[in-house]
């Protein structure tokens, strides 16, 4: 199971009474099938996923799975707090038809969480899962990261393949890459150091910012994976100021407000994510219209 490419963790579309959009998202992927992504992760955090039931959750799997394209890797969200709900979960995925589980650290019971309780957790969840694991450190959203030398020794798993590692510490990405076999598949979850990341080993990226400029994202890893480092500086360059702007500082209501102005359906936030303010959106707009100029804006 390669996972090399960009893959855009895509959002859950709400509608203004805050239902489920379906409609909405199949649109939405319609529109990425035609862009060369490597698949989609679906219900992972800019997903919302810790605002959604487990039935809106499954009901987002299923219209995905429909709508995607042959040949997109589709990866579900699957991590919650218990160990036994993930390996629940991550089984639903794959009896769906989810090829892989995209599984984040626990992490409400912190001072509990030592590098002990990580290995067991994954290790768990590995053992038992229909379909192959790739580990979620997301340490902005948790407080905890999942250090080399803890991978190193989960990526001995034969059903953990890789890592979503989204600190945007590019040693961190460096000392995982050194510490695991060549097999195991480093992804990196931060645009704003997409590049160092190929250049070191990386093998793709799951970014926030690709759900609004999947395009500018692919030409950047293609690019790297070309050899093209001059083209791969540039983009990198270009790609800063909207995922400082929408990822970092906005979070989903301005990744949302930004699909919204480029003609995809992004739709409102789920409380308590409060909607931009009129200030906010006109920042998004200037950002977007210097690097995505051709676009046609949606409003």
Same mark, same amino acid.
């Given at each position: 199971m390669k996972l090399h490419g960009i893959f855009p963790p895509i959002t859950t579309p709400f509608s203004s009474d805050g239902a489920l959009a379906l409609d909405a998202l199949r649109e939405n992927v319609a529109r990425y099938n035609r862009i060369r992504l490597g698949g989609y992760v679906v219900v992972g955090s800019t997903g919302e996923s810790v605002l959604l039931s487990f039935e809106e959750t499954e009901r987002v799997w299923e219209t995905v799975l429909e709508a995607a394209a042959p040949g997109k890797t589709l990866i579900a969200g699957t991590g919650v707090e218990a160990t036994k709900e993930t390996i629940e979960r991550t089984n639903r995925a794959a009896a769906l038809g989810y090829q892989v589980a995209l599984v984040r650290t626990p992490h409400y019971y912190k001072p509990q969480m030592t590098p002990a309780v990580e290995l067991e957790h994954f290790l768990r969840v590995a053992d038992t899962a229909r379909i192959p694991v790739l580990i979620y450190s997301v340490p902005q959203f948790t407080g905890l990261a999942v250090e080399a030398d803890t991978v190193a020794r989960l990526a001995?798993?034969?059903?953990?393949?890789?890592?979503?590692?989204?600190? $945007?510490? =590019?040693?961190?990405?460096?000392?995982?890459?050194?510490?695991?076999?060549?097999?195991?598949?480093?992804?990196?979850?931060?645009?704003?150091?997409?590049?160092?990341?190929?250049?070191? $080993?990386? =093998?793709?990226a799951i970014l926030a910012v690709a759900c609004v400029l999947p395009e500018l994202c692919v030409e950047l890893y293609e690019a790297s994976r070309a050899g093209d480092t001059e083209r791969a500086s540039t983009l990198q360059d270009r790609l800063l100021a909207p995922t400082l702007k929408l990822v970092a500082e906005l979070g989903i209501p301005g990744i949302k407000y930004a699909m919204d102005w480029l003609s995809y359906y992004g739709g409102p936030a789920r409380r308590p994510l409060l909607p931009l303010t009129d200030a906010q959106k006109r920042e998004v707009e200037t950002v977007l219209a210097a690097v995505a100029p051709v676009s046609a804006p949606g409003k």
């Open positions: 001995e798993h034969p059903n953990i393949i890789g890592i979503k590692e989204s600190s $945007g510490n =590019v040693q961190r990405v460096a000392e995982i890459i050194h510490a695991t076999p060549r097999s195991f598949q480093t992804l990196v979850g931060s645009a704003s150091t997409l590049y160092p990341s190929l250049a070191l $080993g990386a =093998v793709g």
